[in-house]
């Protein structure tokens, strides 16, 4: 479906253009800075919102596609196009962006101006990469918006933020090199670098099997999985809470969407011989980080790993499908419960993970310490922010009524009809999940006021309440109302089982 308005252009340029608005503006006049980025912020969500109302649920494609000649000698087009996977990301893309310009109104002091900038920017590139249909303007969008967090995390960051940038550029830059000769030989191939021809192409076993890897070394370090997760507690540590917010809540979705873009449907084969080591992969990271993560004394870190060890969930639901579906039955019940489980997850996680690094991050703007042992009692002297952070951690332990719940339970259903050892273990993260969070609960918000520090310190304010709010609104809306966003992914999954399928048989 052809769009006649280029929406989806608008979607990404505005925030960058906007950006670079925010950047000419400077420091010497920070409030008007900070209000002209909520404007485009907001603006740029705005712009997101007729993506979802003139969206056909009913559509198996493409639809808002915008093509034109970008490099003809080449065959590269900008070519954009969001189906029922790539839509709901970039609304969450949009709404994120928004609540990190608020959480930085008045606790980012230096340089503000390219601070908010480097979201806006990022913002786009995160868009686009969602957006984009053609593998040349994907790869350019995937590479760019790596420049903003380096500079997010390197200039903003905590005393070890060149270690941590380093080696966060160091992993997905090394991933991303396989990607890209993985494009190249596709390109050769298919003689263009549309993404929807590279689905098409009959490749044979040894060619699925080293594109799949290629990909996988790219869209694994993303995730990020087991054992090549390293980089991001380093990451989250260090960067500002901003950058930990986009961080866990959109660019590690990058990495579970390039599975459903690139590895599922154009390797499906060798995806299907193969799924036996993502899914041990993810189980390790479901079971095993959720220990690592029970023993954190920094808050940060333990929510770092909460969140390998949640979208764990993700990459076991994409490959599990294999062992349910046939050519007389691509759309098994288990293998739609696993793939929509997937996707509500992602976005569940989109909100979870932000309220709960911002939660961390009321906590560090107060005291400047992440360790769980510097606190005790917050809830005698932060009654409206313990009741926040309370209801996040139910919610991060998977408690029914939140969005939590959803994608786990969607995911663990549909792993029954795989194996009983996958349900199993993924099952587990129900007691894990809990325990670590509700440990962290325990000491920090409840009990008697454990110093001085702590008894000085001072409820939420209207600024924090506000992002608090939006946040607990998105989950509890997931969480009792999942069905539109499921019923928006509908046509698109079915065309995905359809096609796996085809392929494996």
Partial sequence: MTATFPLLSLCIWLPIMGGGLVLASGNKNPNITRWLALCIALLSLAVTLPLWSGFNSQFVGMQFIEKINWIPAFAIHYYLGVDGFSMPLIILTAFISVIVIISAWE???????????????????????????????????????????????????????????????????????????????????????????????????????????????????????????????????EAPTGGSV???????????????????????????????????LSLIAVVYIGFVALVQTDMKKLIAYSSISHMGFVTLAFFIVFAMISPENSATDGALLAISGAMVQMISHGFISAAMFLVVGVLYDRMHSREISAYGGVVNKMPWFAAFAVFFAMANAGLPGTSGFVGEFMIILSAFQAHFIYALLAASTLVIGAAYTLWMVKRVIFGEVSNDNVAELTDINKREFLIMALL????????????????????????????????KY
């Fill in 472 to 503: 607990a609104g998105a989950v509890l809306a997931l969480g009792l109302m999942p069905a539109p966003l499921i019923d928006v992914m509908d046509a698109t999954i079915k065309d995905l089982l359809q096609h796996l399928a085809v392929s």
């Fill in 107 to 237: 606790v980012i002091q230096d340089k503000p101006a390219q601070y908010l900038a480097a979201f806006l920017i990022m913002e786009g590139l995160m868009i686009g990469v969602f957006s984009a249909l053609d593998a040349m303007l994907f790869y350019v969008y995937w590479e760019a918006m790596l420049i903003p967090m380096f500079l997010i995390i390197g200039i903003w960051g905590g005393p070890r933020r060149v270690y941590a940038t380093i080696k966060f550029f160091i992993y997905t830059f090394f991933g991303s090199v396989f990607m890209l000769v993985a494009l190249i030989y596709m390109y050769l191939q298919a003689g263009s670098m549309d993404i929807l021809a590279f689905h098409d192409l009959k490749l044979n076993h040894t060619e699925q099997t080293f594109i799949f890897i290629a990909f996988f070394m790219a869209f694994a370090v993303k995730v990020p999985m087991w054992p090549v997760h390293t980089w991001l507690p380093d990451a989250h540590v």
């Fill in 246 to 280: 986009v961080l866990a809540a959109i660019m590690l979705k990058i990495g579970g969407y390039g599975f459903l873009r690139f590895s599922l449907p154009i390797a499906p084969d060798a995806s299907s011989e193969l799924a036996w080591i993502i899914i041990t």
